[in-house]
């Protein structure tokens, strides 16, 4: 009898613990927005300063990584970001950050690469694509009004 009760808690707790690791109903999928791509580092030059980001391992990231190397003159916005409208849409998983850091690449729709160069709080969606990795003179370098910005495989 005590051998049975045993394995019944046994069996109990294999479950229990089974069912927390898996997917609850309800939950959106991250596709991995968060986690960086082994290989994801790319260079992003403005004027003379060179800056190296690291793309998230995400179907969008992977998309624009396809696109470089990418020469394009991006539109200020704001007085904390510098936006351009791509050719073509990539695939999207828009949520709401919140709020923007410095440095951080994203995908504002389908088409709108946006580059942030100011932190703030924000109530709109993007796609997360990456982020500079040492944002030191970005803000500088970017200036006030549009700039001409390469994107290129490290």
């Known amino acids: 009898m005590n051998y049975s009760f045993l394995m019944i808690l046994f069996l109990a707790l294999l479950v229990n613990s089974a069912s927390s690791c898996s997917k609850k109903e309800g939950d959106i999928s ?3 927005d968060n986690v960086m791509a082994p290989n994801g580092k790319i260079k992003i030059k403005v004027n003379a300063q060179t800056f190296t980001a690291t793309l998230l391992d995400n179907n969008s ?3 624009f ?3 470089l190397p990418l020469t394009i003159n991006m ?5 904390n970001e510098k936006y351009y409208d ?9 949520s709401n950050p919140g709020s923007i850091k410095n ?3 994203m995908l504002y729709g389908s088409k709108t690469l946006v580059l942030f160069y100011k932190i703030f709080s924000t109530p709109y969606s993007y796609t997360k694509l990456g982020m500079i990795d040492d944002v030191t003179g970005l803000t500088s370098a970017l200036g006030s009004g549009n700039s001409t910005v390469s994107f290129e495989l490290e």
């Open 30 to 32: 991250t596709e991995n």
């Open 61 to 63: 990231a992977k998309a």
């Open 65 to 67: 990584k396809e696109m």
């Open 75 to 79: 539109t200020e916005l704001n007085g």
């Open 86 to 94: 791509l050719s073509n849409s990539l695939s999207t998983n828009s």
């Open 103 to 105: 440095g951080e690449l």
